[in-house]
């Protein structure tokens, strides 16, 4: 067991329609923070923690063998609503693992 699932993230699964949706939803914000518009967004792998709400981690595939690795977080549990983007590394790889990175909040909407 890894330390990062020990801490309470999910094992990398294949995305969601859920995360797919969530994904299309930041994909103006991830553009914003890359500076690059993608022409394809195509979200692949995901892990998720629990933590206030939920933080996703997901691998979207941006190019050829490019890819965007994008941690989310879901304020109050409304996926639909309260989204923000906590962290963003462009670019990489389609072998690159899906890691958590950065420092997360205690409190996402702050």
């Known amino acids: 067991m ?3 699932i020990a801490e309470g993230w999910s094992t990398e699964a294949f ?12 994909k103006a914000d991830i553009e914003k923070k890359t500076g ?6 195509i979200p692949k ?3 998720s923690e629990p933590k206030c709400g ?3 981690l997901v ?5 050829i063998d490019e890819y965007v690795h994008m941690v989310v ?3 109050n549990e ?3 609503k309260c989204l923000t983007v906590k962290g963003v590394q462009y670019p990489k790889s389609k072998s690159h693992p899906l890691e958590p990175f950065g420092k997360l909040p205690t409190a996402c909407g702050k």
Not at 15 to 26: G, H, L, S
Not at 36 to 41: A, E, G, L, R
Not at 59 to 63: E, Y
């Open 45 to 47: 792998t995901f892990r």
């Open 78 to 80: 409304d996926i639909d």
């Open 54 to 56: 939920g933080h996703y």
């Open 59 to 63: 691998k979207v595939k941006v190019g």
């Open 2 to 4: 890894t330390a990062e």
């Open 15 to 26: 995305a969601t329609d859920e995360v797919e949706n969530m994904c299309i939803k930041m």
């Open 36 to 41: 690059v518009h993608f022409d394809v967004f």
């Open 73 to 75: 977080c879901v304020v």
